[in-house]
């Protein structure tokens, strides 16, 4: 398969730990991008990276939230000290740096938070 | 700053029948516009896209839009609705330069009756 592939598929976590995403963007693929999709709404932008780069950050992305793309490959999202308003679908897109063109979704991580 | 509003939550149709989801935008550049389809707990699924070529754009599983400069709209349709069709489905925005994040409607949930 050599989509974008996100890891875990679902997370369930008590209130106040901390957790980690992993996100494999498809090769080549120079961009990738954060969302994320609570119950019932549209995804939300969370950050971008090109390359290894951190070019871009929502005001969604509290000091709780970490993001990184070593070496401009995988990427990983962590959330410290969860909270029960964190609990949602978090996704992740690449793309290449071309122009007219998509942003491919990985399959996404469900956090629920208790 | 860019928008998109979906107008209505819901949408049903009778097998066979015509599928007309409405999405308008508002952006202040010249805007590629994108339309997502989502099943349960899955990620996103590129239906079609505009960027800015022809303005009637066919997408896959027999999905069109069509570009409307004057109205801000990009509603999609499809003559004939399928069982398959039910799903959830997201218009958006990006700028055509720049980080091109996307910016999400809420969605619209079409319900195919047999």
């Known amino acids: 398969d050599t989509g974008v592939s996100q890891d875990p598929r679902h997370k369930i976590t008590k209130r106040g730990q901390n957790v980690t995403f992993r996100c494999d963007p498809i090769s080549e693929h120079n961009r990738l991008y954060w969302y994320r999709q609570t119950l019932g709404q549209g995804p939300e932008f969370l950050t971008y990276f090109q390359n290894e780069a951190q070019l871009e950050k929502s005001r969604l992305l509290s000091d709780r939230f970490s993001a990184e793309r070593p070496k401009g490959s995988f990427s990983t999202l962590e959330i410290q000290r969860t909270e029960q308003g964190d609990s949602a679908m978090y996704l992740c897109?690449?793309?290449?740096?071309?122009?007219?063109?998509?942003?491919?979704f990985g399959q996404g991580t469900r956090l629920t938070v208790v | 700053a860019q928008s998109v509003t979906q107008l209505g939550s819901h949408v049903s149709v009778s097998e066979g029948a015509l599928v007309l989801l409405r999405c308008n935008y508002s952006s202040s550049v010249p805007p590629y516009l994108f339309w997502y389809v989502q099943y349960p707990n899955q990620g996103l699924q590129l239906l079609l896209k505009y960027t800015s070529a022809a303005t009637l754009v066919k997408g896959i599983n027999g999905f069109e839009a069509e570009f409307k400069k004057s109205e801000t709209s990009f509603h999609l349709t499809k003559p004939s609705a399928h069982m398959s069709d039910a799903a959830e489905y997201f218009c958006?925005?990006?700028?055509?330069?720049?980080?091109?994040?996307?910016?999400f409607g809420t969605g619209t949930r079409l319900l195919v009756s047999p």
């Open positions: 897109a690449s793309r290449p740096g071309t122009v007219n063109t998509e942003a491919f």
């Open positions: 958006a925005v990006s700028e055509s330069t720049g980080f091109q994040k996307l910016v």
